[in-house]
């Protein structure tokens, strides 16, 4: 239980932040992209802060023998890139690109909704089924494994 209400607690203190910074807006994301017009640096800024944060603490999460709210670490073992990998890199980047949104801003945007959101959920749901599927055929063992999860 304590576990759910320190995930819904980070889920509102990142959308907070998202909104904070602006980056629930998809034109914040379109105008970091279009570096020939008007560029914005602002994702830049939220994108390096994020990285010094996670450096920070990745280094104090490391040193634990456990999480505070779990029996274990799940780190994955793979060390290699592979088809799925990138494959499903470049598609997240493309709808990225092409919408603005990325999955954890477009949830955020349920305390302000608009048309665009109504659009891009649905269509998230059906690409996060399709790789199941496609998963599921490829490599059985693997896809039961997989968490479905996109952006963390």
Wanted: neutral net charge; contains cysteine.
């Amino acid at each position: 239980m304590m576990k759910n209400v320190v995930t819904l607690l980070v889920g509102i203190i990142f959308g907070f932040g998202l909104a904070l910074s602006g980056m629930t807006h998809p034109e914040k994301v379109l105008g970091f992209l279009d570096m020939a017009g008007s560029w914005d640096a602002s994702l830049l800024f939220v994108l390096g802060g994020a990285v010094g944060v996670t450096l920070f603490a990745f280094r104090l999460v490391r040193r634990l023998p456990k999480p505070v709210f779990g029996t274990q670490f799940f780190v994955t073992q793979a060390k290699q890139l592979d088809a799925p990998l990138i494959v499903g890199s470049a598609l997240f980047g493309m709808g990225w690109g092409i919408s603005g949104y990325c999955p954890g801003p477009a949830i955020a945007l349920f305390a302000a909704p608009n048309w665009e959101l109504w659009v891009f959920v649905p269509a998230m749901l059906v690409g996060y089924a399709l790789q199941r599927i496609v998963m599921n055929k490829l490599r059985p063992s693997d896809a039961e494994a997989d968490d479905g999860s996109v952006c963390g």
